[in-house]
C-alpha cells in the first residue's frame, strides 16, 4: 500500500478546515441531490423481511431491466448474451471489479494523462503497472501513442469522457479509434461514462459500447452519483463481457455481496424520473462554466484553460513557478479558496483542478474571484 498515491482529497480537506470561510473548489460532487421522487420511494422500501436479507450480487431483477431500457434510450447500447449489467457500490468499485477481473499482478493497465487518481489507485493496489500515455494540449486523446504504448503485457486501455480531471469531451471518433484499437491488439477497452449527461455546447457524449462488435473487449462503467445528485448512495454499474460474469461475481461477492438493496430501490425511482432531471441541472451549470471561463479569460497572461466541454472541471495550467500544492497551500491561507493540485492527476509543473459544480452559482463565482484575484497577487510575490 506505500506504493498507493494517498488520496488528495482529505489532505486539502485538512487545510480548508484549518482555514475557516474557505470556498473549496476542490469537490467533484455536484451541489444537488436526488429527485425528490426518489426519496419518495424510500416510503416503499422495507415493506417485507426479503430487504434485510442479501440480495443478488448483480443486481436486483428491477434495476438490471431498468438499466437496460436507460442503456438502450440514452447510450444506443443494445445489449444482447454477449453483455452483463452488474450493478455496484459506484463506478470505482466497477472499476476496482474490472482491473481485479482482467489482470493478473505484473501486467500492465493504460490511463490517458492526465488520469483520475482513483484509477491510478486501483491499478497499483491490484500489483498492476500504471502506464501513463500523454495527452495533447488539449487534453484530447493521442491515439497513436496510445497505440505505441501497448505491449504485451497490456490488459487494458482505460478512456474516461467526459473527463475527471480535464472536462474534455473525446470525440466520436477518437473514442472508436481507441475501441477499434484495443480490439486489434486484444486488450480491453475500460470506459469511464461517470459525466455522460455533462455536457455543453457542441459536445456530444458517446457510448462505445454502443458500437457493434464490441462487446466482447469493452467494459462500459457508469454512476449514480453525479448524474441523479446521489453520491453517498453508493449506485454505479457495468456493462461486461459476459465471459468477465463469473471473475467479476467472485470478486463481488466477496468485497460487497450485493449492492445495498435501499440504495438500488432508490436509484429505480430516480432512473424512472430519466436523464431530464440531470440534463435540466446542467442546463443551469452551463451559465456558471460561462462565468468560470470568463474570469479565467481575464487573467491569460498568468494561465491557460484548454477548453473544457464537459463534467464540471477546469485543469487550468498556471504560469508560475510553484510546486502546485504549495500554490493550493497559499490560496487557501491568503485567498481563502481551494482547488486541487494537478500532481494527484499525474501532471508535471503547476496545474489547479477547479470544480464549478458542488457550490451554488453565487459561491462559485464568489471563490472564482478569490482564485482570480489569488493567482494575481501570488504572482506578484514570486
Ligand atoms: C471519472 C470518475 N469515475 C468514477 C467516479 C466515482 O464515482 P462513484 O461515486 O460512482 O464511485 C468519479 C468521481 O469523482 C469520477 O470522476
Known amino acids: 500500500m506505500r506504493a498507493v498515491q494517498a488520496p488528495i482529497i482529505p489532505i486539502t480537506a485538512e487545510m480548508i478546515r484549518a482555514h475557516p470561510g474557505t470556498i473549496s473548489l476542490g469537490q467533484g460532487v455536484v451541489s444537488f441531490g436526488p429527485p425528490r421522487q426518489a426519496i419518495a ?43 452483463r449489467i452488474v450493478v455496484t457500490a459506484g463506478a470505482n468499485m466497477a472499476f476496482m471489479n474490472a482491473i481485479l477481473a482482467v489482470t493478473d499482478p505484473g501486467d500492465e493497465v493504460i490511463l490517458q494523462s492526465p488520469y483520475y487518481f482513483n484509477h491510478d489507485m486501483a491499478i497499483t493496489m491490484a500489483g498492476c503497472r ?4 500523454a495527452t495533447d494540449a488539449n487534453y484530447q486523446l493521442l491515439p497513436d501513442a496510445v497505440r505505441r504504448a501497448i505491449t504485451a503485457r497490456t490488459r487494458a ?12 469531451v473525446y470525440p466520436e471518433a477518437a473514442v472508436r479509434e481507441i475501441n477499434a484499437t484495443c480490439a486489434d491488439r486484444g486488450v480491453y477497452h475500460i ?11 457542441d459536445a456530444r457524449h458517446f457510448s462505445p459500447g454502443s458500437i457493434p462488435g464490441a462487446a466482447a473487449h469493452t467494459i462500459s462503467l457508469f454512476s449514480m452519483s453525479k448524474t441523479f445528485g446521489m453520491a453517498s448512495w453508493r449506485v454505479g454499474y457495468m456493462i461486461v463481457p459476459a ?17 445495498p438493496l435501499v440504495s438500488q430501490h432508490v436509484a429505480l425511482a430516480a432512473l424512472r424520473v430519466g436523464s431530464g432531471y440531470c440534463r435540466a441541472k446542467v442546463a443551469e451549470l452551463a451559465s456558471v462554466r460561462k462565468m468560470v471561463l470568463a474570469a479565467f479569460d481575464g487573467i491569460s497572461d498568468l494561465c491557460t484553460v484548454p477548453r473544457p466541454d464537459g463534467a464540471f472541471y477546469c485543469l487550468v495550467r498556471v504560469h508560475l513557478p510553484l510546486d502546485p ?3 493550493v497551500e497559499r490560496l487557501i491561507r491568503d485567498h481563502r479558496v481551494a482547488a486541487v493540485p494537478g500532481t494527484a492527476f499525474g501532471l508535471d509543473g503547476c496545474h489547479l483542478r477547479v470544480s464549478y459544480g458542488a457550490l451554488d452559482a453565487h459561491t462559485v463565482e464568489e471563490g472564482i474571484q478569490r482564485l482570480v484575484g489569488g493567482l494575481r497577487a501570488i504572482s506578484r510575490q514570486v
Open 41 to 83: 420511494a424510500l416510503a416503499s422500501f422495507s415493506g417485507g423481511l426479503e430487504d434485510h436479507h442479501y440480495g443478488a450480487v448483480e443486481g436486483t431483477d428491477a434495476l438490471v431491466e431498468a438499466l437496460r431500457a436507460k442503456l438502450e434510450s440514452d447510450n444506443a447500447i443494445r445489449l444482447d448474451a454477449a453483455s
Open 130 to 133: 500504471m502506464v501513463p500515455v
Open 157 to 168: 486501455v482505460v478512456t474516461i469522457s467526459p473527463n475527471n480531471p480535464s472536462g474534455a
Open 191 to 201: 470506459h469511464d461514462e461517470a459525466y455522460e449527461y455533462f455536457t455543453y455546447e
Open 243 to 259: 465471459r468477465l460474469f463469473e471473475s467479476i461475481n467472485k470478486i463481488q461477492d466477496t468485497i460487497l455481496i450485493c449492492p
Open 325 to 327: 500544492l504549495t500554490l
